[in-house]
């Protein structure tokens, strides 16, 4: 199994085996890669875009795809997936990164959510391709992800949202599709709290079922602005790491602003001796892991 860290600062963070940096953020905002990391890549969620071309929106019967629209959990605006110049703009962008940094590893790489987009475009499209509406948006995003896959020549992973049931109604994903292309898959499960560890290791479990290629997931530990009252405890974490860790997916992925949080995170989980010793009765091999994983942070924290 392997573990990463996934900031939004370049800086690598000690004791991990993988460094995944938000080259591209949701907000449009954009850093340089670096060398030594994977570039993570938000696509077609891009406030900037979308401000400097508000026509660019994804639209529905509820309407667009904007934060604020409470018929939808949107937190960023979303450029319509089949927007020609956007498209074409990102695939570039995706190849000059590629480049420079270990791969790519992409999010938002799809439609808004059900329903979207009913633009124009995307209707005449639509009624073009003579496909179901849903065969076409299928179409439209697996079409893309090959083009991707043409640009990238490193790592393609390609990360999803934490629904096994509906991705291909509600984004245009079929999983069997991406995994035409993509060397491995992210399955984006942030939380401010992980309370309830038997859902997250259910759905990592339906994933290590339904997913053909190699199944990370990625846990929220603290975000841009988070206070510490705001966040998971590190019990919390440590719980959800071993619980998803023994459903046999092949990594784990932690969420940071920087690496001075990840430092505090492991800190707090080394500090926990009595519970991680506790933990060790979750059983398996994977579990072990994750725990030796925490006693190896022992030498960083010192």
């Known amino acids: 199994m392997k573990f990463g860290a996934y900031m939004y600062e370049p800086e690598k963070a ?27 890549i ?7 875009a979308v401000h400097r071309h508000p026509d660019w929106i994804s639209q529905s019967p509820l309407g667009p ?13 979303i450029v319509c997936a089949t927007q020609p110049d ?18 790519v590893w992409l999010n938002s790489q799809y439609f808004a959510d059900h329903g979207h987009c009913t633009c124009p475009r995307c209707n005449e499209l639509w009624r073009k391709s003579g496909l179901s509406w849903l065969e076409w948006r299928r179409k439209e995003v697996t079409e ?8 990238v ?9 934490p629904d096994p049931v509906c991705s291909y109604e509600r984004y245009g994903v079929d999983f069997d599709d ?6 491995a898959f992210n399955v984006v499960m942030f939380s401010k709290s992980y309370a309830t560890p038997w859902y997250w290791e ?45 459903t046999g997916i092949d990594g784990i992925l932690y969420l940071a602003s920087g690496a001075s949080q990840i430092r505090d995170f492991q800190k707090a989980a080394v500090d926990k001796v009595e519970f991680r010793a506790r933990l060790e009765s979750y059983g398996g091999k994977p579990v072990q892991e994750v725990l030796d994983l925490v006693t190896s942070w022992e030498k960083i924290v010192e």
């Open 14 to 40: 000690e004791g991990f085996d993988l460094h995944l940096l938000r080259v591209k953020i949701e907000t449009g905002a954009r850093i340089p890669p670096v060398a030594g990391m994977h570039s993570n």
């Open 65 to 77: 795809a904007r934060m604020g629209n409470g018929r939808f959990n949107f937190y960023w605006d």
């Open 178 to 183: 991406f995994a035409k292309y993509a060397d």
């Open 202 to 246: 259910m759905l990592a479990r339906a994933f290590k079922k339904l997913l053909k290629k190699p199944v990370y997931v990625s846990l929220y530990v603290f975000g841009p602005g988070d206070s510490a009252k705001d966040v998971p405890s590190a019990s919390e974490l440590l719980t959800v790491s071993v619980r998803c860790a023994r």
């Open 153 to 161: 020549k490193k790592e393609l992973v390609l990360s999803i949202q």
């Open 42 to 48: 938000a696509i077609f969620a891009d406030n900037a």
């Open 86 to 103: 956007h498209r074409a703009e990102q695939l570039d962008y995706i190849e000059d990164v590629d480049r420079h940094s270990l791969g």
């Open 144 to 151: 893309f992800i090959s083009q991707v896959r043409e640009r």
